[in-house]
């Protein structure tokens, strides 16, 4: 069950629906080096009365992956082909997208190369569009291709990640208001580790560049966090996090600026209202998490955020606009946002969790929206049929 308040940043314009969600798998593995993989899944949504009540709400019964793997994680070279989940990362980039209720695959291949120190994956595919009523299908002008490699042997207790994608679509508007042809780099690096005492790190810096159309694209992105352990009895952790992605600061003079986040598991990287998304934005995140009791872990957050560019528009988790000010907004801070969640194990198979966050308009909200607050609870249940997961 989940819900809203104040959809649209507008007063009485609330909701509280239910998501059901069901798959099932099958694997057959001939040999040790051979197996196909079948998911389908059946995604509805009830009482549902405003906004959509399609993807990716809802996607009735229909195949999700199928695939097969050749070779396995100790083979130098393997490969798995067909349709498929593809999440690397913190997927800031290219993820899963599982918190929403259809989530996202791909019609894909993927080759492994692995050595003692360092492994490359090389993948192509297009994503699936989920097509409530029909087979979903792949296709429509989007491919993607790319290379994302991982090494933990050149610095110490830390992890680097090297990355290329390049992305086509087709029939996108310009700036020039035609419709032409995108080709886009994304080239970056994702670096994690620890550092004494008891802290954790993660940055990822990333730009791109290329055309759509007569258009220039020079945009970038940046994500820097650390998390430090408290020695305590109870298990605590204090996180500190800065997100930053540009924007287009003029929406006229043929050069995009706004990032383009791809297709990511936006969820609650930046909010857990998915309010906003990895493009034209500042992003200030203080949090802490706690396991009070066994198993039990609580967390709470407060998000602040600014435009980076006044022109541009505010995009949510999904990339969609959320609100913007024609000819430029007088003030460049969104708002603010508390959260809390909550989330505990009851057996093997069944696990619960829960919760709410409260978004408190900026002055940008309130010129670009009739300004309301927003809030979002949701208490969710999963069951594994099989425990051993």
């Known amino acids: 069950m989940e819900g809203f308040t104040g959809a649209g940043f507008t007063n009485e314009r609330d909701d509280l629906y239910w998501l059901s969600r069901v798959r099932l798998n099958a694997t057959v593995t001939p040999t040790r080096l051979l197996s196909f993989s079948v998911q389908a899944q059946d995604a ?5 009365t405003i906004g959509p009540t399609g993807t990716p709400f809802q996607g009735t019964f229909d195949l999700r992956a199928a695939f097969a793997d050749i070779g396995d994680a100790k083979t130098r070279v393997a490969a798995r082909v067909g349709r498929q989940e593809l999440a690397y990362g913190e997927q800031r980039l290219l993820g899963h997208l599982n918190w929403t209720n259809t989530a996202r695959t791909f019609d894909a291949a993927r080759v492994t190369i692995r050595s003692s120190r360092f492994q490359v994956d090389l993948l192509g595919g297009a994503v699936v569009r989920v097509l409530d009523g029909q087979f979903d299908k ?8 790319g290379a994302y490699g991982s090494s933990a042997a050149i610095v110490p207790r830390s992890t680097i990640e090297p990355y290329i994608f390049w992305k086509r679509d087709r029939d996108l508007r310009t700036e020039r208001n035609t419709t032409d ?3 886009l780099a994304t080239i970056g690096l994702r670096w994690i580790g620890k550092l004494p005492p008891r802290i954790d790190f993660g ?5 791109q560049t290329g055309a759509l159309g007569p258009d220039e694209v020079k945009a970038w992105a940046g994500h820097w966090q650390l998390r430090a352990g408290a020695p305590t009895r109870i298990p605590l952790g204090v996180t500190g996090e800065y997100n930053y992605a540009s924007g287009d600061a003029d929406p006229t003079d043929g050069i995009r600026g706004t990032f383009d986040q791809l297709y990511p ?3 609650e990287k930046y909010g857990l209202a998915d309010q906003v998304g990895w493009r034209n934005i500042h992003h200030l995140r203080t949090g802490i998490d706690v396991t009070p009791i066994k198993a039990l872990l609580v967390t709470a957050n407060y998000h602040s955020w600014w435009l980076a560019e006044q022109n541009d528009a505010l995009y949510s988790a999904g990339s969609a606009v959320i609100a913007r000010v024609i000819g430029g907004a007088d003030s460049r801070h969104v708002g603010q946002e508390v959260d809390v969640q909550a989330s505990r194990p009851i057996t093997p198979q069944l696990q619960v969790s829960g919760g ?3 978004i408190f308009p900026g002055a940008f909200l309130k010129q670009a929206t009739p300004g309301a607050s927003y809030g979002y609870p949701y208490v969710m249940a999963t069951y594994v049929f099989l425990a051993d997961r």
């Open 44 to 48: 509805r949504v009830a009482k549902k």
């Open 138 to 145: 792949s296709g429509n002008g989007n491919r993607l291709f």
């Open 181 to 183: 042809n995108l080709n």
């Open 203 to 207: 940055t990822e810096m990333t730009v």
């Open 265 to 267: 598991t936006g969820h």
């Open 356 to 358: 709410y966050a409260y």
